[in-house]
């Protein structure tokens, strides 16, 4: 049994369509990060970092129990552990490199992205400016590799896709105007329309539904999600 730790943002999202792609039995267990509980002593044991998306595989290694936290982790973790979704033997570069950059490029420059268009208190231009830009260009690096691909890596569907359709899928916000982001992408924009049709991501997109997020941005909210934003309190 896969215990998974879940909030309705992106790199969770990645994590439920692994799991609805693979079949592997899960417990969601709703981590509400608007109300702080990922700073709970009992989430930081599972995730230091204070961070959604966990995993505690009650089922891991020489039957222990084991934790994995971080989007990719997980991804590699869950792949590597049903043998599916992770590309051949000779796939094997392409998969970790296209990871990483998912990883370390499109996944924080849209957390950026979203933060200084949606949350910051003032609209700093060159903030806005700065991270629309690196997301544009992080999307025709992928758009230029996608020409005539059907997927990221090699010739099958593969966690690379799983991780990249999870921010995608938040295009508009990442990106807000008049006209759909990804239309000056087009092959991204067949890409995601393709990954976006699988069955798995209907219920991927259920998962969590029944739980009442808190959705107020408040002071609360805000030291919850910003906490570096504030003076450390003594202890």
């Known amino acids: 049994m896969i215990r998974f730790y879940f909030h309705p943002t992106p790199n969770p999202a990645k994590v439920a369509l692994m799991l609805e792609e693979t079949g592997l039995a899960y ?36 039957g222990k129990e084991a934790r994995v936290f971080d989007s990719s982790a997980i991804l590699l973790y869950l792949g590597e552990k049903t043998g599916r979704l992770i590309g051949s033997a000779a796939d094997r570069s392409e998969l970790l490199s296209w990871l990483f950059f998912i990883a370390t490029g499109i996944g924080p420059f849209s957390g950026q992205a979203v933060h200084f268009q949606h949350a910051a208190p003032e609209k700093l231009a060159y903030a806005v400016n700065r991270y629309r830009r690196e997301i544009e260009r992080h999307y025709e690096v ?9 997927f990221i890596i090699g010739k099958e569907y593969s966690i690379g896709d799983i991780s990249a359709w999870g921010w995608l899928d938040r295009a508009p916000r990442v990106l807000p105007g008049d006209t759909d982001p990804l239309t000056a992408f087009p092959n991204l924009k067949r890409w995601f329309r393709a990954i976006d049709s699988r069955p798995a991501v209907a219920k991927a997109r259920a998962v969590g539904k029944d739980h009442a997020f808190k959705k107020e941005m408040d002071e609360e909210t805000r030291r919850a999600l910003f906490p570096s934003n504030y003076v450390k309190a003594a202890s």
Do not use: Y
Not at 49 to 57: E, L, R, S, T
Not at 142 to 150: A, F, I, S, V, Y
């Open 27 to 62: 417990q969601l267990i709703p981590i509400d990060t608007s109300k702080g509980e990922q700073h709970t002593p009992a989430f930081r044991a599972i995730n230091p970092n204070g961070k959604v998306p966990a995993i505690v595989d009650t089922e891991g290694p020489g």
């Open 142 to 150: 992928l758009d230029t590799h996608l020409k005539g691909r059907e």
